[in-house]
T-cell receptor
Framework: GENVEQHPSTLSVQEGDSAVIKCTYS??????FPWYKQELGKRPQLIID?????GEKKDQRIAVTLNKTAKHFSLHITETQPEDSAVYFC??????????????FGKGTHLIIQP | NAGVTQTPKFQVLKTGQSMTLQCAQD?????MSWYRQDPGMGLRLIHY???????DQGEVPNGYNVSRSTTEDFPLRLLSAAPSQTSVYFC???????????FGEGSRLTVL
């Protein structure tokens, strides 16, 4: 099955600086790569996703890049703010065309924004 | 819309007891799934369903059963609880093909 590795496990940055979280996946058939944010005690929520026919996607301060050849994708957060403090999960999924398989998640990155 | 509703939010069981975690969604989503979240382990898929009457195993299915008799409901049954099943359980749904997963609030289960 799919295996998703996520690094780093903890990331501390100064407010206003950029943060980058990286993930690698094992199955070249994976074609959907979402990122979820989970605040303490809350449910995970989708913040951005990318499909394998796209190399980069942006949404305001958040961007995701995908390198299919190297099988890795990254989350970039610019101009970090205190409300960005949370645990971020990457995930990968294989869409077999007839239905949805389960998402395989990375183990998460605890992002800490230092004031 | 209530979205994805899970009950109970908290539960304490003794080893060997059985219980059912309920999950319901009112968004007419075909795809539903159950994950468990343990510290440092991320979210691991237990079982999922791509529609009523269809279920499949995920990464960690042992000790759990599911059924999908309706589009709305996807209960998770623990057959004989073990301390290793102490975890936070999330139910999630999405419209169909891999897309945004909508999670429930989670159910914290402790097995003594």
């Amino acid at each position: 099955g799919e295996n998703v590795e996520q690094h780093p496990s903890t990331l501390s940055v100064q407010e206003g600086d950029s943060a980058v979280i990286k993930c690698t996946y094992s199955d070249s058939a994976s074609n959907y790569f979402p990122w979820y944010k989970q605040e303490l005690g809350k449910r995970p929520q989708l913040i951005i996703d990318i499909r394998s026919n796209v190399g980069e996607k942006k949404d305001q301060r958040i961007a995701v890049t995908l390198n299919k050849t190297a099988k890795h994708f990254s989350l970039h957060i610019t101009e970090t703010q205190p409300e960005d403090s949370a645990v971020y999960f990457c995930a990968a999924s294989i869409n077999s065309g007839g239905g949805a398989d389960g998402l395989t998640f990375g183990k998460g990155t605890h992002l800490i924004i230092q004031p | 819309n209530a979205g994805v509703t899970q009950t109970p939010k908290f539960q304490v069981l003794k080893t060997g007891q059985s219980m059912t975690l309920q999950c319901a969604q009112d968004m007419n989503h075909e795809y539903m799934s159950w994950y468990r979240q343990d510290p440092g382990m991320g979210l691991r898929l237990i079982h999922y369903s791509v529609g009523a009457g269809i279920t499949d195993q995920g990464e960690v299915p042992n000790g759990y059963n599911v059924s999908r008799s309706t589009t709305e409901d996807f209960p998770l049954r623990l057959l004989s609880a073990a301390p290793s099943q102490t975890s936070v359980y999330f139910c999630a749904s999405s419209y169909g093909e891999p897309g945004e997963l909508f999670f429930g609030e989670g159910s914290r289960l402790t097995v003594l």
